[in-house]
């Protein structure tokens, strides 16, 4: 009976309380009158671990103090009747009498084993279910979620080594499928870094190949660019004495601002300088068109309007004597522009902004100087 009760507090065994319960009250039925004398019943020890009348503490519910009460009045004489009443009343006293004690600790230590024994029994699903599982990573994943409840502890020894036994075999099996694993991982790494390597040499002589290609085709080019430089300068050589040519025939008839033009420009006496000369005129009819709006409206920049305008003049000059345009062509053009002008609401423009106007013909002088050199 004493081993029954250890066995109980491990939680190593099923408690059977309605059999157990059968087994003590024949027990009691069965004990001499001398075994349940009143004055026993003090001397017994009820706790989890005691044995009280030979009976496991566990034992001892509503049934079992009733089969003890029915023997104590059954074994009554009348030298200890007064002593059995007593000793009933201490053991019934509500709700503070021995049964009420008892009986209020038997049910929670019960409880407490069923819900040792609902928690093993989940555990060794747990395990069954990893045994049974064939999906290596979800009997990895259950493996592992139970030795973690291991390590956690609160689980009773006998139970706890079960399971690691069982456990055994599967921690075998995941640590030979992860050798395999780690086995075909390397082979794989080890021929993605052939392939990587043999990848590179590839590019390596690809562009060792291109390297060699795009040299020879920039020496080519180089040496088209050279020789198209040497045909060009020579063109330009000729060009630029054919027009030394024309010009020195033509100067004695030139105004002295265009022959100072030409001369401190000579690339504009080619004839092919022609629509460049142009452009320059248009640029300077531009600049004049801003600083006069500037100039009506500030009542400013009168200094570079006069000096816009002379150039301008100059410009005309050439492209008349020198160039050979008629006044008629020149006078339309401008007449053009002004339209084009006028339409686009560049003086409107120009008006409604007074910074933007400043910026616009502060810089207009200075934009005309890098056209060409109008030095007197």
Known sequence: MLVGVCLLTLG???????????????????????????ELFTRQK??????????????????????????MLACATPANQRRTAMMLRYIDDQ????????????????????????????????????????????????????????????????LELELRARLGPLRSAIADQDARDAAATAAVQAQQRADAAKRAEDQRQLA?????????????????TDREQVEADARAEAEQA?????????????????RAFLDRN????????????????????????????????LD???????????????????????HGLTAAELAAGAQARRQAWAKGGVTEGLRSN?????????????LTTALADFTR
């Open 95 to 158: 709700p503070y009498g021995r049964q009420a004690q008892v009986t209020q600790a038997v049910e929670a230590l019960r409880a407490r084993q069923a819900k040792r024994d609902d928690a093993a029994t989940e555990l060794r699903d747990a395990v069954s279910a990893a045994e049974t599982d064939p999906d290596p990573a979800n009997r990895r994943t259950r493996v592992t979620a139970i030795e973690q409840r291991l390590t956690r502890g609160g689980i009773p020894s006998a």
């Open 46 to 71: 009820w706790s989890e671990r005691d044995a009280p009348y030979g009976i496991a503490f566990p034992e001892w519910d509503r049934t079992t103090f009733e089969a003890l009460k029915r023997r």
């Open 266 to 297: 000579p690339q504009y006496k080619a004839t092919s300088a022609r629509a460049d000369l142009l452009t320059v005129a248009t640029v300077l009819d531009a600049a004049g068109f801003d600083l006069d709006t500037c100039r009506g409206a």
């Open 12 to 38: 190593l065994v099923d408690a059977r309380p309605a059999t157990a319960t059968l087994e003590a009250a024949a027990t009691l039925d069965g004990y001499a009158c001398g075994q349940v004398d009143p």
């Open 354 to 366: 007074v910074l933007v106007m400043r910026r616009t013909c502060s810089q207009s002088l200075a």
């Open 300 to 322: 400013d920049y009168r200094a570079d309007w006069t000096e816009v305008q002379r150039r301008y003049g100059v410009v005309q000059g050439v492209l008349l004597a020198y």
């Open 242 to 258: 054919a027009a030394e040519q024309v010009y020195a025939g033509k100067a004695a008839d030139l105004s002295p601002p265009v």
């Open 208 to 224: 060792q190949q291109q390297a060699t290609a795009r040299q020879a085709e920039a020496q080519r080019r180089q040496a088209d």
